[in-house]
């Protein structure tokens, strides 16, 4: 069961108190040009990205962001580090989040300034701690970043906030460290009720990257820690989003579009899987609906695993080349292997636009 925690609203996103865990990227074009940035945020949200946040390290970053924000399908969140000033102008442009760095942001009379800010605009903070970039008393004290330091700092930055009677709040704490990242979200869901936004940090390249974001990630959500969630991936962004997707598909948290059931095949095969359920899953990014297609390499584990989907396929021989089409978990007809892929897209999306 999910803990409760206190719902904020990034922009028309409900997050925490029981809201669909959201999913968010980040841009990594150069802000300034509203234009790729735009076209970015616009390719994050078709993906399914619920929330897009954007660097913002300069006032020509500033001006981007402006721009992009106005035009933007999804609600923006401004990253920011070092500079303060950054965060009041982030805010006053339209950010639907301020996410602030305790590490690094500063003295307190200027995080009152963005607090400010953001109260005008209703707009929430994000305090993101990173185990990277840690307050330097806190290295001191504890010798090298560990949980128990995240959590200090985020504490710290909490009272902060809230000194200054600022509650829209949510919060990070993220490590590249797959098991310290876990740790100190657990101790952290302990002891406040404000929204997390879990992930994995520099997780790294596409393959190990998503593993240790699927195990930090999907260990949290199945404890019910975590919110929002950003897969950090040394990738394209869009792909962050897929992986975010498939991990709450995975945990039956949420669904979109094809969830493919294909087997790894064997010597048994009649059809090449890996081929076919590769293309399918290509050509069919743009469908959102949840449809559930099994591609079976034979009748072995492919008839219980058809009789549980919308649209099913099993090999039949390699030799001659055929396979069977199940609708609804029935037999309807059978095919030649050279037609899988195209027979396999027509009838999802004919099965979407009647359903
Ligand atoms: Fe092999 Fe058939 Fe199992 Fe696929 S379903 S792995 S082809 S036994």
Redesign the pocket.
């Known amino acids: 069961m999910s803990k409760v925690t206190k719902q904020i609203f990034v922009g028309n996103v409900a997050v925490g108190g029981g809201a669909p865990i959201s999913i968010q990227s980040m841009t990594n074009t150069d802000t300034s040009n509203a234009e790729s940035t735009l076209a970015q945020v616009m390719e994050l949200a078709n993906t399914g990205a619920d929330i897009v946040r954007i660097s913002v390290p300069n006032e020509k970053a500033i001006r981007g962001f402006e721009t992009v924000v106005k035009k933007s399908p999804v609600p923006l969140v401004a990253d920011i580090h070092y500079d303060q000033g950054m965060g009041v102008l982030s805010a006053d442009a339209g950010a639907a989040c301020v996410r602030i760095n305790p590490g690094n942001i500063g003295s307190e009379a200027g995080i009152a300034k963005i607090v400010d800010a953001c109260k005008a605009n209703k707009c929430p903070i994000r305090i993101g701690i990173n185990a990277g970039s840690l307050e330097q008393d806190l290295l001191n004290k504890y010798g090298e970043p560990c949980a128990d330091a995240m959590v200090v700092s985020a504490i710290n930055q909490i009272k902060m906030l809230e000194n200054h009677n600022f509650y829209e709040i949510k919060l990070s704490l993220k490590s590249s460290n797959t098991l310290m990242t876990i740790e100190a979200y657990e101790k952290i869901a302990k002891l406040i009720e404000y929204p997390l936004h879990v992930g994995i940090t520099e997780a790294g390249t596409m393959r190990a990257g998503s593993v240790k974001n699927a195990i930090g990630i999907g260990h949290l959500l199945l404890q019910g820690i975590g919110d929002t969630i950003r897969v950090s991936l040394s990738e394209d962004p869009v792909e962050e989003v897929k992986v975010g997707w498939d991990i709450l598909k995975a945990l039956k948290l949420r669904s979109r579009g094809l969830d493919i059931i294909s087997?790894?095949?064997?010597?048994?095969?009649?059809i090449d899987?890996i081929a076919v359920a590769n293309e399918l899953e290509r050509r069919c990014t743009d469908i959102t609906k949840p449809i559930r297609v099994a591609v079976?390499?034979?009748?072995?584990?492919?008839k219980g695993?058809v009789a549980d989907s919308d649209i099913g396929l099993?090999?039949i021989d390699l030799n001659t080349g055929k396979s069977d089409i199940y609708i609804g978990g029935k037999k309807s007809h059978s095919i030649s292997n050279s037609n899988a892929v195209l027979e396999l897209e027509k009838m999802i999306r004919k099965h979407i636009d009647n359903s």
């Open positions: 087997c790894p095949t064997c010597a048994r095969r009649g899987i079976m390499g034979c009748i072995v584990n492919g695993e099993i090999g």
